[in-house]
């Protein structure tokens, strides 16, 4: 196996590895946020129940920010810096969704469901963050543009994958035949980090660490990070930033959990139409509604992207409200979801913008990180929510609590200076 490439000399291959691995992180999370959440609704479980499981997707991604300095430390220096952690999670991916297998019915047993989601998500938070960390190493500055929008959008078609077509043979023909070919696919991907090493040096499978000098060097600079990454957030701007991406995502997580039990139960879609629409037409949404924000908070500067952003989302929610009387109208009900969907993406891209822009510089791939972890945490406080928002209002006040959510999401943000972090910092002794 000598004479195969390595990713440090071949760009056209690292460059289809790590998108390979951001799509296969985007098949388990479009195959339990859509798939897996549209068949526990034909199965007729509760939407507090619903919420809480596919809530658990998120959790380990809020803890992501944990794995880097593991990353870093411990290094399998003879395999390649990130291949081993690659590999390894993979593996518990692979394992976790094959566990799937071994329950009979996923809509009676959820507690069972609910580790798998766990474990899996582990795996896959731990897996991003390797790949980010291998794309770092191995992408020269000038190509890494062009890389990030090339494997943002290879997550968006894994999602697509797991979503619609894995979603939907899952409907069809149960789970047995929905996993067998979800692992198939990441076993697939797999070969690309197995075969392909990152430098020629390093070997296929060997293990050993770096010396003491390079461990002791190593706890000293995690140590000296951490204390960074709190004066970081000891600015104004940097922690309400924090408190703000927290809540920025539990509108739209509670909608999407609430929005289609009540699509099936009172507005008569079924399980494939809807799988459709989310699984389908929406992810393409998504992803335009991403492009065009970020060549929006170019044009605008994040702030103001943002702001935009925000407030055209609070017009959908309200427009969903205000056309109640229209709701039996399938092409009403799609065309608001997938404007939800776009300004989705426009918003989420909108927030990385700012955050990049507040990060401090000698800390902004950690600081960058924990908000995007909060990203994550404020996706599963909405799923958790969704069925005490369901219990609480009518659906017609559902949506104006989420006007008044996003709204004061607005407030928020205008006490929000994105360059005062670095100003102060700066100007500090």
């Given at each position: 196996?000598?004479?195969?490439?390595?990713?440090?000399?071949?760009?056209?291959?690292?460059?289809?590895?790590?998108?390979?691995?951001?799509?296969?992180?985007?098949i388990p999370d479009g195959f339990v946020r859509v798939g897996l959440k549209t068949y526990l609704i034909d199965q007729g479980v509760s939407t507090a129940a619903i919420g809480v499981t596919i809530a658990l997707v998120s959790w380990p991604w809020s803890l992501k920010w944990v794995w880097g300095p593991f990353v870093d430390r411990f290094r399998f220096h003879r395999m390649g810096r990130r291949r081993p952690w690659i590999l390894a999670a993979q593996t518990g991916i692979m394992l976790s969704l094959a566990s799937l297998l071994f329950i009979p019915d996923l809509s009676a047993s959820l507690k069972a469901l609910s580790i798998v989601i766990l474990?899996?998500?582990?795996?896959?938070?731990?897996?991003?963050?390797?790949?980010?960390?291998?794309?770092?190493?191995?992408?020269?500055?000038?190509?890494?543009?062009?890389?990030?929008?090339?494997?943002?959008?290879?997550?968006?078609?894994?999602?697509?994958?797991?979503?619609?077509?894995?979603?939907?043979?899952?409907?069809?023909?149960?789970?047995?035949?929905?996993?067998?070919?979800?692992?198939?696919?990441?076993?697939?991907?797999?070969?690309?980090?197995?075969?392909?090493?990152?430098?020629?040096?390093?070997?296929?499978?060997?293990?050993?660490?770096?010396?003491?000098?390079?461990?002791?060097?190593?706890?000293?600079?995690?140590?000296?990070?951490?204390?960074?990454?709190?004066?970081?957030?000891?600015?104004?701007?940097?922690?309400?930033?924090?408190?703000?991406?927290?809540?920025?995502?539990?509108?739209?997580?509670?909608?999407?959990?609430?929005?289609?039990?009540?699509?099936?139960?009172?507005?008569?879609?079924?399980?494939?139409?809807?799988?459709?629409?989310?699984?389908?037409?929406?992810?393409?949404?998504?992803?335009?509604?991403?492009?065009?924000?970020?060549?929006?908070?170019?044009?605008?500067?994040?702030?103001?992207?943002?702001?935009?952003?925000?407030?055209?989302?609070?017009?959908?929610?309200?427009?969903?409200?205000?056309?109640?009387?229209?709701?039996?109208?399938?092409?009403?009900?799609?065309?608001?979801?997938?404007?939800?969907?776009?300004?989705?993406?426009?918003?989420?891209?909108?927030?990385?913008?700012?955050?990049?822009?507040?990060?401090?510089?000698?800390?902004?791939?950690?600081?960058?990180?924990?908000?995007?972890?909060?990203?994550?945490?404020?996706?599963?406080?909405?799923?958790?929510?969704?069925?005490?928002?369901?219990?609480?209002?009518?659906?017609?006040?559902?949506?104006?609590?989420?006007?008044?959510?996003?709204?004061?999401?607005?407030?928020?943000?205008?006490?929000?200076?994105?360059?005062?972090?670095?100003?102060?910092?700066?100007?500090?002794?």
């Amino acid at each position: 196996m000598n004479h195969l490439k390595t990713l440090d000399r071949s760009p056209g291959i690292c460059i289809t590895t790590l998108c390979l691995l951001y799509a296969a992180q985007g098949i388990p999370d479009g195959f339990v946020r859509v798939g897996l959440k549209t068949y526990l609704i034909d199965q007729g479980v509760s939407t507090a129940a619903i919420g809480v499981t596919i809530a658990l997707v998120s959790w380990p991604w809020s803890l992501k920010w944990v794995w880097g300095p593991f990353v870093d430390r411990f290094r399998f220096h003879r395999m390649g810096r990130r291949r081993p952690w690659i590999l390894a999670a993979q593996t518990g991916i692979m394992l976790s969704l094959a566990s799937l297998l071994f329950i009979p019915d996923l809509s009676a047993s959820l507690k069972a469901l609910s580790i798998v989601i766990l474990l899996a998500n582990t795996f896959a938070s731990l897996q991003d963050v390797s790949v980010d960390a291998m794309a770092i190493d191995q992408l020269p500055p000038e190509k890494r543009g062009i890389a990030n929008g090339f494997m943002y959008g290879s997550s968006y078609a894994g999602s697509y994958v797991g979503s619609y077509f894995l979603g939907g043979l899952l409907l069809t023909s149960g789970i047995v035949a929905a996993v067998s070919l979800q692992i198939g696919i990441l076993f697939f991907i797999a070969l690309f980090p197995l075969l392909f090493r990152e430098r020629r040096q390093d070997r296929f499978v060997a293990l050993g660490t770096y010396g003491a000098e390079d461990a002791d060097e190593e706890r000293a600079s995690v140590k000296e990070l951490f204390a960074k990454l709190g004066k970081s957030f000891s600015v104004r701007s940097s922690w309400l930033a924090a408190v703000f991406a927290l809540t920025s995502l539990i509108c739209t997580n509670a909608y999407l959990i609430v929005w289609p039990v009540y699509m099936k139960e009172e507005l008569g879609w079924s399980t494939s139409d809807y799988l459709t629409l989310e699984g389908g037409l929406s992810v393409w949404f998504g992803l335009g509604g991403s492009v065009a924000g970020g060549l929006i908070a170019s044009l605008l500067g994040p702030k103001r992207a943002l702001f935009t952003a925000l407030s055209l989302m609070a017009i959908t929610w309200g427009l969903h409200g205000l056309l109640m009387s229209w709701w039996a109208e399938a092409t009403v009900v799609s065309s608001l979801f997938l404007l939800s969907a776009m300004l989705q993406g426009f918003f989420q891209v909108s927030m990385f913008s700012m955050f990049m822009e507040i990060a401090w510089p000698p800390v902004a791939a950690t600081q960058f990180t924990a908000y995007m972890a909060m990203l994550n945490l404020s996706n599963g406080l909405g799923a958790s929510s969704a069925g005490l928002m369901e219990s609480a209002f009518s659906m017609q006040g559902f949506f104006w609590v989420l006007v008044g959510i996003q709204l004061a999401g607005g407030l928020l943000l205008l006490f929000i200076d994105p360059t005062q972090t670095r100003r102060v910092l700066h100007a500090a002794p």
